[in-house]
C-alpha cells in the first residue's frame, strides 16, 4: 500500500555544515520559513541509525510547519557527513556533537534553545533523550518515535558477545539485519531505502554497546526528564521493544507527555503507509507546546520532595540484616575493611573517608598502589569503578572549560582572577595552570583541609607557581565568600555541592559567589546526576566525616535552577562519558538587568 504523495508544491532545502566540538564537519540541512525574519521558532530532526537528513523531505512536506525552521543533521558516519560509516569514538562524542549543533544553530539563526523543539527517530531518539538528561537544554518539546532503548538482536547472548569482540577489537562493525521491508508497509519508502546510496547498513559495535548502556541508564533514571514529550510507537516494531518504551515512558516527570501506539505500524512511523496520522499528532502537539509557557517545573526544593530525595532516605534507612541486599553489601564492605586495605585507595578512604580531597588525589594521579603485586592488583580495580573513572573525566572536563573561561575573560580585558572555593589539594587547577602560559592570571585556592592545602601548596612549589595562593575557607558561608577582595573573575566549585543532599547550603554559597565575582565573571560548578554504584557506596563507604556516604543525586535541571536562583546564566554543560558527572559554565548577571 502506498500513501500519495502531498499535493502542495514541494519545500527545498539549503545545505551547511558546522564543525562540531571536536572539529569534525558535520553536515545538516535547513527549510526556511516562509518569513525567515519574523520567526525564532525551530524544529530539530534527528534521524534513525543508518540514514540521514535528506529522508526527512516527505515528512517536512507532510507536516506543513511553515512558520518555523527545520533542521535535520547526519550524524557523524552518516549520509554526507565525513567519517568511517556507522562510526564514532563513543555514543558520548555523539551526544556532545548534538549540544554542539544545538549551540550553532542558536548562535547561526537567533534562536534561543527555549524555542526549540525536537523530534527524534529510533537511535536518534536515545541520543537526544540522553543529551536532554544529561544537558538539560531549556527545550521546548520533544517528539520520540520508536526510540531503540532495546534493540530486538535475536542472537542469544548478543550483548556479552559483543562486549568481548569489543575487547578484542576495538573498531569493528556489525551489518544490520533490517530489511527494508522490515520497516515501513509503504511501497514506494521500501524502494527508496533500498535504492538510497547514502544508506549505511554497519554500525560500530562500540557504539551500539555504549547506547545499550545508555539505554540502561535512562530508563533508570527517566524521571530526570521534564521536557513536554510525546512518544509514538510502533505496534508491529520488528526492530525495537516496545516494553522499555512505555517503561522510560511512564517515569518521566514532563508535566505534558503523551503516548500514541499504532498498531498495525513497523518500525519507521513516519514513513509508513498511514503516516498522515503520526505527523497529524505531532504537529498538533508542537502547536500546543509552542502556545504555552516554557518554563519547566521548579525543582529549587528538591531536596524536600521528588525521586531524588525519596532514593536518599531509602539508602538511609537500614536493611533487614538477613535479606539477601544486607548480606551482600555487608560482605562488600567486609572485604573493602578487610582484604581491601592492601589498596593504597581503599586504606585511604578508610582513613580520611572516600569522598576527602586526599582520596580523590590519589583517584586523580591514577597510579595503583598498595601491598604486595596483589594489593596493586586490587588498587587497579578500586581506581577502575565507574565512579572514579568519573571523576578523573570530570578533571578534564573542568580543565576544559577553565581553559575556555580563562581566555574569555582575559580576551574582554579584565584580570584574570581564579578562585576555587573547595580545592583540596587543587591538582586539576594546577594542571590546568599549564596550558594557558601565556595569560597573566592569579589563583586562590580554599578548603577546610588543612593537609589538602598543603599538599596544594607542595605540589605548586614543585611546579615553581609563584602566583597560587592557598588558604583555609568554608565553601558554604556565604559573607565569607561575598567579601572576596579583590573580586574573582573566575569561580570554581568542583566536587563539592555533590557531596551535600540538602539545597539552603548550596544556595547560600552560590549567592556569596555572584556577591564575590565581578559582573560578567564566570562559574564552573559540577554535578552529579546518576550513579550506577549509589546503593553500594551508600551501604558499604564513609564519607569525609566517618559516616556513611549516602549521596542524593541531583538531576541537571534542579543543579542548573539553583544557579539561576542565585544570579547565573548558564553557558553550556559537558558530560562524561557514563553520564555520572556533568560541569558547567555560566555567567554572573546583573540582577537588575
Same mark, same amino acid.
Given at each position: ?153 535475536? +542472537? ?272 586539576? +587547577? ?126 541537571? +535541571? ?30 554572573? +548577571?546583573?540582577?537588575?538587568?
Amino acid at each position: 500500500m502506498t500513501t500519495q504523495a502531498p499535493t502542495k508544491p514541494s519545500v527545498t532545502s539549503t545545505e551547511h555544515t558546522f564543525k562540531s566540538w571536536n572539529g569534525k564537519e558535520i553536515f545538516y540541512r535547513a527549510w526556511s520559513p516562509r518569513r525567515p525574519s519574523e520567526t525564532n521558532k525551530a524544529l530539530l530532526l534527528f534521524h534513525r541509525g543508518h540514514e540521514h537528513s535528506g529522508r526527512f523531505q516527505d515528512f517536512v512536506e507532510r507536516l506543513g510547519l511553515e512558520d518555523y525552521w527545520i533542521f535535520a543533521w547526519d550524524a557523524r558516519g552518516h549520509g554526507r557527513t565525513e567519517g568511517e560509516r556507522g562510526y564514532a569514538e563513543s555514543f558520548a562524542a555523539l551526544v556532545r556533537d548534538v549540544d554542539a549543533y544545538v549551540r550553532h544553530l542558536e548562535h547561526q539563526y537567533d534562536v534561543p534553545q527555549r524555542n526549540m523543539a525536537v523530534v527524534a527517530n529510533s537511535i536518534g531518539a536515545v541520543l537526544v533523550s540522553a543529551w536532554v538528561h544529561d544537558y538539560a537544554p531549556a527545550i521546548r518539546a520533544l517528539v520520540l518515535t520508536t526510540p531503540a532503548l532495546r534493540v530486538k538482536l535475536y +542472537v542469544p547472548l548478543a550483548i556479552p558477545a559483543l562486549r568481548l569482540l569489543n575487547k578484542v577489537r576495538r573498531k569493528s562493525f556489525v551489518k544490520s539485519y533490517v530489511l527494508p521491508t522490515m520497516l515501513t508497509h509503504d511501497d514506494d519508502m521500501i524502494r527508496d531505502y533500498a535504492a538510497d546510496p547514502l544508506v549505511a547498513r554497519d554500525i560500530a559495535v562500540n557504539v551500539l554497546l555504549e547506547m545499550h548502556d545508555a539505554s540502561t541508564r535512562l530508563m533508570a533514571d527517566a524521571s530526570a526528564i521534564c521536557v513536554p514529550t510525546l512518544m509514538l510507537s510502533g505496534g508491529s516494531d520488528w526492530v525495537v521493544r516496545q516494553r522499555p518504551q512505555k517503561a522510560f515512558f511512564d517515569d518521566l516527570t514532563s508535566p505534558v507527555k503523551e503516548f500514541e501506539r499504532y498498531d498495525d505500524f513497523y518500525h519507521s512511523v513516519l514513513q509508513e503507509h498511514d503516516r498522515d496520522r503520526p505527523i497529524a499528532r505531532i504537529r498538533t502537539f508542537l502547536e500546543q507546546a509552542f502556545a504555552q509557557p516554557s518554563e519547566p517545573p521548579s525543582l529549587v526544593d528538591a531536596d524536600q520532595r521528588g525521586y531524588t530525595k525519596q532514593a536518599a532516605d531509602a539508602l538511609r534507612r537500614p536493611l533487614f540484616p538477613l535479606s539477601p541486599r544486607a548480606l551482600y553489601y555487608g560482605g562488600m564492605k567486609l572485604v573493602l575493611k578487610t582484604l581491601g586495605r592492601m589498596s593504597a585507595g581503599v586504606r585511604l578512604g578508610w582513613r580520611t573517608g572516600f569522598s576527602s580531597g586526599e582520596s580523590l588525589d590519589h583517584v586523580y594521579r591514577d597510579q595503583a598502589r598498595g601491598w604486595s603485586p596483589l594489593g596493586r592488583m586490587a588498587d587497579r580495580l578500586y581506581l577502575n569503578s565507574p565512579g572514579w573513572i568519573g571523576i578523573r573525566q570530570r578533571k578534564l572536563l573542568v580543565e576544559e572549560l577553565l581553559l575556555q573561561a580563562v581566555r574569555d575573560i582575559d580576551a574582554s580585558g579584565k584580570p584574570v582572577r581564579i578562585l576555587d572555593i573547595a580545592s583540596g589539594p587543587g591538582r586539576y +587547577v594546577l594542571d590546568a595552570i599549564r596550558r594557558f602560559p601565556d595569560i597573566e592570571f592569579s589563583a586562590l585556592l580554599r578548603d577546610l583541609d588543612e593537609p589538602a592545602l598543603a599538599r596544594g601548596r607542595a605540589i605548586a612549589a614543585e611546579r615553581g607557581l609563584e602566583n597560587v595562593a592557598f588558604e583555609r575557607g568554608d565553601a558554604l558561608d556565604e559573607q565569607s565568600l561575598a567579601g572576596m577582595n579583590p573580586q574573582p573573575t573566575v569561580a570554581i566549585v568542583s566536587g563539592l555541592y555533590e557531596l551535600i543532599p540538602d539545597n539552603p547550603p548550596i544556595l547560600a554559597s552560590l549567592r556569596g559567589l555572584a556577591a564575590a565575582l565581578e559582573k560578567d565573571g564566570l562559574l564552573i560548578y559540577t554535578n552529579q546526576p546518576w550513579h550506577p554504584q549509589q546503593e553500594l557506596i551508600a551501604r558499604a563507604l564513609v564519607g569525609i566525616d566517618g559516616e556513611p556516604w549516602v549521596m542524593r543525586c541531583r538531576t541537571q +535541571v534542579e543543579m542548573d535552577q539553583l544557579v539561576a536562583a542565585a544570579g547565573f546564566e548558564k553557558l553550556r554543560t559537558l558530560a562524561t562519558d557514563n553520564g555520572i558527572f556533568t560541569v558547567s559554565l555560566a555567567r554572573r +548577571v546583573d540582577s537588575n538587568s
